[in-house]
Nanobody, 115 residues
Framework: QLQFVESGGGLVQPGGSLRLSCAASRSIFSIVAMGWYRQVPGKQRELVAT???????YYADSVKGRFTISRDNANNTVNLQMNSLKPEDTAVYYCNTATGTLVAWGQGTLVTVSS
């Protein structure tokens, strides 16, 4: 069964950077699209970045130019480099497929951007 474990969150000041990692329990080589999502309490979970087979990527407007997603199929990981962080980036971040067929959500990793 495919599962994901997210890590790398923490407290960072505005303008700072964090790198999130997502480890999959099995190969992600054949998964067409892998995504990073985030959720603020009381709001819907939103997709912020997608990495497709073939290296294409998608970013939500709110993070475009600041976040970079990458997938390492050899190590079954998906990473999210987050730069120029803003307080509004504060959320719990999750990874999952982005193909329309989600698997069970992991625990996520909390990112707090605050001075």
């Amino acid at each position: 069964q495919l599962q994901f474990v997210e890590s790398g969150g923490g407290l960072v000041q505005p303008g700072g950077s964090l790198r999130l990692s997502c480890a999959a329990s099995r190969s992600i080589f054949s998964i067409v699209a892998m995504g990073w999502y985030r959720q603020v309490p009381g709001k819907q979970r939103e997709l912020v970045a997608t990495a497709y087979i073939g290296a294409s990527t998608y970013y939500a407007d709110s993070v475009k130019g600041r976040f970079t997603i990458s997938r390492d199929n050899a190590n079954n990981t998906v990473n999210l480099q987050m730069n120029s962080l803003k307080p509004e980036d504060t959320a719990v971040y999750y990874c999952n497929t982005a193909t329309g067929t989600l698997v069970a959500w992991g625990q996520g990793t909390l990112v707090t951007v605050s001075s």
